[in-house]
């Protein structure tokens, strides 16, 4: 990516993210209402910063089918309130067992184990209570059809919850290639492609465009999450906000473990080549879901 194109895209992601927070925060409960604790913890890690990569994903391939952008914003919401719950989750002691997150301490830190659980819960609940709301109205089979997509994406069968229940069994664990690109495809590579179907069939989209994004957003979500292997490796806690290096310490199925860096950057790279081809049909008008794809190799954070 030459250097106009990353200022381009930087540019832009920056934009989206505070389009996105910008939303977050009027959506969300007040910090003040009752019962505080709960709301608090809620707003303090939903709003502790973040990518926003998925809600982004999830707009710009609504946007590419001509979406509504009000629909669109409250589906990126649901989104990233289904993401940031699982990784409150993720950083409890029983799973990750990690105190650092977006910079801060990890929720559970913050505000204590059960609180934290129940934050995660409230945040799962809130994103199918923000999902289900009439304003703005949409026809009700296509509002479920999203609901059935985003249910499988963090389910037992391939999707978030499955991935991780296979991580967690082969922690310590020597793991194959077909494991390994399971637990990833399961537990960040669904949620991906649940972002980018999800756009498009709120855009009403073709089934062949809905292939497309599909092909597209599971490479992007693969990609995505070996170079988070990478960065575990290579990356500092003072960039990523989170610890490094957790993932050797213990000893985790990664794609630098199995593969090495250079193979597993080489993997990255082509995945990210194949995502970009699939979208070729439709010229410059997805100039930014390749940029984001192009840009997730380079990426420190």
């Known amino acids: 990516m030459n250097p106009t194109s990353l200022a381009a895209i930087e540019t832009y992601l920056r934009d989206q ?21 709960i709301h608090q913890a809620m707003r303090y ?19 590419l089918f001509g979406g509504d952008e009000k629909s669109l914003v409250r589906l990126a919401c649901a989104l990233e309130l289904i993401h940031t719950y699982s990784l409150i989750h ?27 659980i129940l934050a995660g819960d409230a945040l799962l609940t809130f994103a199918f209570e923000t999902l289900s709301s009439p304003d703005p109205p949409l026809p009700a089979e296509r509002r ?5 997509e985003l249910t499988h994406a963090i389910g037992t069968r391939g999707g978030m919850v499955g991935g991780q229940m296979i991580d967690l069994e082969t922690t310590g664990q020597k793991t194959d290639a ?6 990833h495809s399961a537990k960040t590579g669904a949620f991906f492609r ?19 994004v599909t092909v597209y957003g599971g ?13 575990d490796v290579l990356g500092s806690k003072e960039a990523l906000g989170k610890s490094v290096g957790k993932d050797g310490r213990q000893r985790k199925a990664t794609y630098p473990a199995l593969h090495g860096v250079e193979q597993s950057r080489r993997i990255a790279s082509r995945l990210v080549e194949e995502a970009c081809k699939v979208l070729a049909p439709y010229g410059s008008r997805a100039e930014k879901l390749k940029g ?7 990426r420190t954070t």
């Open 45 to 63: 890690s939903v709003l502790a910063g973040g990518k926003r990569l998925r809600p982004i994903l999830c707009l710009e391939t609504g946007r």
């Open 90 to 116: 993720d950083d409890l002691p029983a799973l990750d067992n990690d105190d650092l997150r977006r910079g801060k301490p990890t929720c559970h830190r913050a505000f204590g184990e059960a609180t934290a």
């Open 194 to 212: 649940a972002a980018v179907r999800s756009g498009a069939l709120y855009a009403t989209a073709r089934e062949d465009d809905l292939e497309r």
């Open 292 to 298: 984001i794809a192009e840009f997730l190799l380079i």
């Open 144 to 148: 479920l059809r999203v609901i059935r």
């Open 219 to 231: 490479m992007v979500g693969l990609a995505f999450q070996i170079v988070d292997d990478l960065l």
């Open 178 to 183: 077909t494991t390994l690109e399971f637990i």
């Open 17 to 37: 993210r505070a389009l996105v927070d910008q939303a977050l925060e009027q959506f969300l409960p007040r910090a003040e209402e009752y019962p505080p604790a």
